[in-house]
């Protein structure tokens, strides 16, 4: 079966004076389905997702979004797709219905208010639909956004970190929001930090390091990539080191202290590793044990094992 691709580039580059914000930047999403967009700050996340939504002209390489080729169809490009930045960009003195129905006449929607309508019940915006948009909440405003960005129903929806700052309730609403329209056929690009996020909503996930792709799959294909995390309790911190120094040999990795528990964890690069095998290790090397566990592997672990950086690095290019 041949897959039909709403994304695709090859060899994306763009640069900002000296630094090179993308370097070869290859993409392959398939049409109706999620791809999460994932990688430490300044690894050219967002950068990408200007350049896919046309907002930036890319210095090499090409692509097509949506069925057109980014540069030479750019209007068309635009005409098929939605976005929702990290920035809301409703206005604040219009009600919510009236910011969706200027959205709706600016972009020609048949039926203004219908649509507008239409967008404020599907995300539980119908009550307060008169009210001014200042009045609402964080995430009444993102969803507000987000209905927005659906206005002329796109083929392709880009939503760069959706939902940074929301509470868990927020955070849900718009996980079903996003569930919903990868069930209508819509494809879904989305950047977040939220590791957790890009678990539950992604059916693949593009690991993006240095302005490059890093690595792609499903995400337990990415889990399987690295071994389960393990981690050792022992009674004093005398011993920490000890421990430390058997989950060094037997991971590969460097480990992590945990100095209030006395806790010392570490993700293997081996995905064999098995539990009997720590509790040997440790004992033959003297350790003493409270507890000694292995568990599989999270999206945090793939993130830090594969990208070799850290999530709360400051940004420094896109």
């Not at 796109?154 to 069930?183: H, M, Q």
């Not at 290790?281 to 592997?297: H, Y």
Request: hydrophobic letters at 40%.
């Amino acid at each position: 079966m041949t897959t039909t691709y709403a994304v695709l580039s090859e060899g994306l580059e763009k640069r900002y004076g000296d630094v090179r914000a993308l370097r070869g930047l290859d993409l392959a999403v398939a049409e109706g389905t999620v791809c999460g967009l994932l990688g430490p700050n300044g690894a050219g996340k967002t950068t990408a997702v200007r350049l896919l939504t046309t907002l930036l002209r890319p210095d090499a390489g090409s692509a097509r979004v949506a069925g057109h080729d980014l540069v030479r169809e750019a209007a068309a490009v635009r005409r098929r797709i939605g976005v929702t930045g990290q920035d809301t960009s409703v206005d604040g003195d219009l009600t919510g219905r009236q910011n969706l129905r200027l959205f709706a006449r600016l972009h020609r929607v048949p039926d203004a208010a219908g649509r507008a309508g239409e967008l404020l019940e599907r995300f539980g915006l119908a009550e307060a639909a008169d009210r001014p948009a200042s009045t609402y909440s964080g995430g009444m405003r993102r969803r507000l956004d987000l209905a927005a960005s659906l206005i002329r129903r796109p083929a392709v929806l880009f939503l760069d970190e959706p939902t940074t700052g929301l509470d868990p309730a927020s955070r849900n609403r718009i996980w079903d929001a996003v569930r919903e329209l990868k069930e209508r056929g819509t494809t879904v690009v989305l950047t977040t930090q939220y590791l957790e996020e890009a678990d539950r909503l992604a059916d693949d996930i593009a690991l993006v390091d240095r302005g490059r792709i890093a690595h792609t799959g499903s995400p337990d294909r990415l889990k399987a990539l690295v071994g389960a995390h393990a981690e050792v309790v022992v009674p004093h911190a005398e011993v920490m080191a000890r421990a430390a120094a058997v989950l060094d040999h037997l991971t590969g990795a460097e480990p992590v202290f945990d100095h209030d528990r006395c806790a010392v964890g570490a993700v293997a690069t081996d995905p064999t590793l098995t539990l009997p095998r720590l509790v040997r290790e440790l004992d033959a090397a003297g350790v003493p044990l409270l507890d000694a566990s292995l568990r599989p592997p999270t999206l945090d672990d793939v993130f830090l094992r594969l990208t070799g950086g850290s999530r709360t690095t400051k940004e420094t290019a896109a």
